[in-house]
């Protein structure tokens, strides 16, 4: 009995990791640290898409044009909107309403899946 006792107690050294708690931990805080980088970064080019939307709005009054642009914060893609000058109604959108919204629902389930937290 002595033997078994001995051997399991010398596996169970030899089989711990010793050094991998901090390599894990390193990793983790560099991972959020590229997580709020990004983050910024998109928040950055979202504001500069919306500048360049206002932008593009004012050369198309000033042309007397029924092209309006847009962005969509939720998806960050800039759109296309033709609408009929005299009654505001709008033609044609482009990407098509529903084609954003099939983007919103992606972005959000690829976001369930990859979740790291859950």
Do not use: C, H
Request: glycine share 4%; charged share 25%; proline share 2%.
């Amino acid at each position: 009995m002595d033997v078994f006792s001995a051997t399991s107690k010398q596996v169970e050294t030899a089989t711990t990791p010793k050094v991998a708690t901090t390599a894990q931990t390193r990793q983790v805080n560099e991972s959020n640290e590229s997580a709020k980088v990004n983050q910024q970064n998109q928040s950055e080019t979202a504001k500069a898409l919306t500048q360049t939307v206002k932008e593009l709005n004012e050369q198309m009054d000033i042309l007397d044009t029924n092209v309006s642009f847009g962005f969509n914060d939720e998806i960050s893609l800039m759109y296309v909107n033709v609408m009929e000058k005299s009654s505001g109604r709008s033609i044609r959108k482009i990407p098509t309403e529903e084609a954003m919204d099939l983007s919103a629902k992606m972005k959000e389930i690829v976001g369930m899946i990859f979740d790291k937290k859950g």
